[in-house]
């Protein structure tokens, strides 16, 4: 396979060259793109350096597969080109992920939609991602009718400015900022910017994305994004409200089943997920199970994941994977 990452300089782009190279792909040719101020850099890969070339050199030697993580505004112009010339793109922006034309795929959950017109594929937010991964076999086995979100978000979210400014902040220093407040010991109930109807676009995300992937609009969200100053991954505090009852055991033993989701629900010894231990790691981790008595077949609990892995990286390279597996490219 002949592949692409666009974005290769970035943070999820670094990040994507990791998993490329730990999940063994079969790379004939790894082609690293960046803007063009970033047009011949060296970046090593597996022991090699690499040059960086630009948008128009990618398109032209015609990848067979295009990761992309270098905003929407390059994905809406360049991830046509890509496919007009016969290279299947799984983009990382949100800028196809609500085409109705286009798959919003979580492999675990949904790859199985894919077929071989599929020449523009979106990857979902990172704070969808991780929660899907739990909600999916749930609402398979009771049916969620209604899910209350609360997240609790990485700066790495935001990038590379992001961390900077929480360096800067901690050591006293003055920069450049990412964010409207500090971000040092403090919680912004602000995650991108606010819409019309006083929701942000990651709240939306959220909402929109999930009745895609979930592939049912009648579920109720609501949801409530915060930035805090962690950089290990994001988590999420989740009440959902099930169509039908369920038993706490079986419903833990469900998701021990669930391929990328690892339960770790241990209260009386103070083990659940955080985000310091999951990151670097590609699963999804979930905990503080419990029965919510203010409503019939009630749920809450708490899932944490490493936004840069399984909610970007390891998710399009997961993609990628699946596509060879099953010849689609």
């Not at 071989?116 to 086995?141: G, R």
Request: glycine residues 6%.
């Amino acid at each position: 396979m002949k592949i692409a990452v666009v974005g290769a300089t970035g943070m999820v782009g670094n990040v994507m060259l990791a998993v490329l190279a730990e999940r063994k792909l079969p790379i004939s040719e790894l082609l690293l793109v960046a803007s063009p101020r970033s047009v011949g850099k060296q970046i090593s890969f597996e022991g090699k350096n690499h040059t960086v070339v630009g948008l128009e050199t990618a398109v032209a030697t015609r990848p067979d597969i295009a990761l992309f993580s270098a905003g929407g505004a390059t994905s809406l112009e360049w991830a046509p080109k890509f496919a007009a010339v016969g290279t299947t793109v799984i983009d990382n922006s949100s800028a196809w992920r609500m085409d109705p034309n286009k798959k919003l795929i979580v492999p675990e959950i949904n790859a199985n939609q894919l077929s071989t017109t599929d020449k523009i594929i979106a990857n979902p937010n990172c704070s969808t991602i991780q929660m899907v991964m739990a909600l999916a076999p749930l609402h398979k086995a009771y049916r969620i009718k209604r899910i209350v979100i609360s997240t609790y978000q990485s700066i790495t979210g935001t990038g590379v400015k992001a961390v900077e400014q929480l360096k800067n902040e901690r050591e006293g220093k003055a920069g450049e900022m990412a964010y409207p407040h500090p971000i040092h010991k403090n919680a912004l109930p602000q995650c991108d910017v606010f819409l019309e109807n006083d929701y942000t676009k990651e709240e939306m995300k959220l909402v929109n994305e999930t009745h895609k992937i979930l592939g049912d609009a009648s579920i109720g969200i609501t949801a409530t994004a915060i930035r805090i100053p962690v950089v290990g991954g994001h988590s999420e505090s989740i009440n959902l409200e099930f169509e039908k009852p369920y038993v706490i055991a079986e419903l833990r033993e469900l998701l021990e089943q669930t391929p990328g989701v690892i339960v770790k629900d241990k209260p009386a010894s103070n083990e659940y997920p955080m985000p310091i231990d999951a990151e670097g790691k590609d699963a999804v981790f979930v905990g503080r199970m419990r029965r919510d008595p203010s409503i019939e077949n009630g749920l809450n609990l708490w899932i944490v994941s490493d936004n840069l892995r399984k909610g970007a990286a390891t998710n399009t390279v997961q993609i990628g994977e699946y596509l060879i597996e099953h010849n689609l490219v």
